[in-house]
Nanobody
Framework: QVQLVESGGGLVQPGGSLTLVCEASGIFFRIVAMAWYRQAPGKQRELVAMVTSGGSTDYGDAVRGRFTMSRGDARNTVYLQMNSLTPEDTAIYYC??????????????WGQGTLVTVSP
């Protein structure tokens, strides 16, 4: 099974920045898309950003203009640059990857989550 390893979460002051990284590893043929989701206290899980193999990038309304998602050269690594952070960005951030183990078997993998806390 594909495994996702996340890093970069932590405590940051309002207005500050953090960069999250997620890398997919394991036996797979192709990754179709990678994404970041988050879940804040009392709220549903929401899409933060998604990058597809076709090159398109989508952002959630709450983060558009402040967050930037990018893919590494190997295509199995993604970054999330978070700027102008506010306490409303406090959440557990999850990495997600979709793809194929081989020509016919697909996968949908999730990371363990990393906590981002924005507080004075």
């Amino acid at each position: 099974q594909v495994q996702l390893v996340e890093s970069g979460g932590g405590l940051v002051q309002p207005g500050g920045s953090l960069t999250l990284v997620c890398e997919a590893s394991g036996i797979f043929f192709r990754i179709v898309a990678m994404a970041w989701y988050r879940q804040a206290p009392g709220k549903q899980r929401e899409l933060v950003a998604m990058v597809t193999s076709g090159g398109s990038t989508d952002y959630g309304d709450a983060v558009r203009g402040r967050f930037t998602m990018s893919r590494g050269d190997a295509r199995n690594t993604v970054y999330l640059q978070m700027n102008s952070l506010t306490p409303e960005d406090t959440a557990i951030y999850y990495c997600n990857a979709r793809g194929y183990h081989d020509y016919r078997n697909s996968f949908d993998a999730w990371g363990q989550g990393t906590l981002v806390t924005v507080s004075p």
